[in-house]
């Protein structure tokens, strides 16, 4: 399976700002068929969760992003969105999408459920 992410950017606090993640090259499973979620990292620190998503789209969120964030899924296209709003400069981390496929409905909030990662993309917001 590849995991591509793409949309990060420098944007100023307040900003909104898209994640798109596009999931490929797995056969015997459709993209709806497994959790997907988003993470974050900064330097120095440990990757950590920001939102996860159901192969049903059911969502949940860190607290540290709900209300601001939205994580949500095309399964036609095998693509995972994350729609940020209201970016704050403690937003400022490298972003990955990651693929669990041993499971489609209960999604675990943890890195080491993830067995598929993208090579991130770094979201930088300016005070």
């Known amino acids: 399976l590849q995991v591509v992410e793409s949309g990060g950017g420098l944007v100023q606090a307040g900003d909104s700002l898209r994640l798109s993640c596009t999931a490929s090259?797995?056969?015997?499973?459709?993209?709806?068929?497994?959790?997907m979620g988003w993470f974050r990292q900064i330097p120095g620190k440990e990757r950590d969760v920001v939102a996860i998503?159901?192969?049903?789209?059911?969502?949940g969120y860190s607290d540290s992003v709900k209300g601001r964030f939205t994580i949500s899924r095309d399964n036609a296209k095998n693509t995972l969105y994350l729609q940020m709003n209201s970016l704050k400069p403690e937003d400022t981390a490298m972003y990955y999408c990651?693929?669990?496929?041993?499971?489609?409905?209960?999604?675990?909030?943890?890195?080491?459920?993830?067995?598929?990662w993208g090579q991130g993309t770094q979201v930088t917001v300016s005070s």
């Open positions: 990651a693929a669990d496929l041993s499971r489609r409905y209960s999604c675990r909030d943890k890195v080491s459920s993830f067995g598929y």
């Open positions: 998503i159901t192969g049903g789209s059911s969502t």
């Open positions: 090259g797995i056969s015997g499973l459709t993209f709806s068929d497994y959790c």
